[in-house]
T-cell receptor, first 114, second 115 residues
């Protein structure tokens, strides 16, 4: 069974700063590794995802860095804004057969102070 | 499309009662997932379906939990009898295809409180 460890549990960043959230997984699978964003009272929403054969993917202010050999990947939020305040979850494929089963990290609560 | 629709949004029930949570996935999405979210355990996968067939129910905590998908547009998660430790937010999500590249669309969840 895939295990996913996410850190830190919570993060406070000043507006304009860089937010960094880390994730480690155990089992290798050739499938996308996504990050989800969740606002209070809502379900998680897909933010950005990366294929395991590339080392970085950038979409606007959000970047995923992927280190396949270390089985780690991270989310970087550049120029963090108060509207980015939310809970962020990393996820890893739950098995090697690309069924779409995802195992989520414990989540990181981000607060961006104005 | 209205997205993934879950009902009810909130449910308060007494211990021992039966609880049924409902989900309508996005039309055309062949995969449906049920997750439970708690502070202690985060997002746990309970069960998922492909084309209405249960594929993996290894996350279902015990026999008190059951899930069905009688057709492509409807799924239920039933807890009978309910216990206080079942209190959590239950999410339904759907996906158009296999593999995490397709992404999940989550519903807004059902907050269950068992007293």
């Amino acid at each position: 069974q895939q295990q996913v460890k996410q850190s830190p549990q919570s993060l406070i960043v000043q507006k304009g700063g860089i937010s960094i959230i880390n994730c480690a997984y155990e089992n290798t699978a050739f499938d996308y590794f996504p990050w989800y964003q969740q606002f209070p009272g809502k379900g998680p929403a897909l933010l950005i995802a990366i294929r395991p054969d590339v080392s970085e993917k950038k979409e606007g202010r959000f970047t995923i860095s992927f280190n396949k050999s270390a089985k780690q990947f991270s989310l970087h939020i550049m120029d963090s804004q108060p509207g980015d305040s939310a809970t962020y979850f990393c996820a890893a494929p739950g098995d090697s057969s690309n069924t779409g089963k995802l195992i989520f990290g414990q989540g990181t609560t981000l607060q961006v102070k104005p | 499309d209205a997205g993934v629709i879950q009902s009810p949004r909130h449910e308060v029930t007494e211990m021992g009662q039966e609880v049924t949570l409902r989900c309508k996935p996005i039309s055309g999405h062949d995969y449906l997932f049920w997750y439970r979210q708690t502070m202690m355990r985060g997002l746990e996968l309970l069960i998922y379906f492909n084309n209405n067939v249960p594929i993996d129910d290894s996350g279902m905590p015990e026999d008190r939990f059951s899930a069905k998908m009688p057709n492509a547009s409807f799924s239920t998660l039933k807890i009978q009898p309910s216990e206080p430790r079942d209190s959590a937010v239950y999410f339904c999500a759907s996906s158009p295809g296999p593999g995490s590249s397709y992404g999940y669309t989550f519903g807004s969840g059902t907050r269950l409180t068992v007293v």
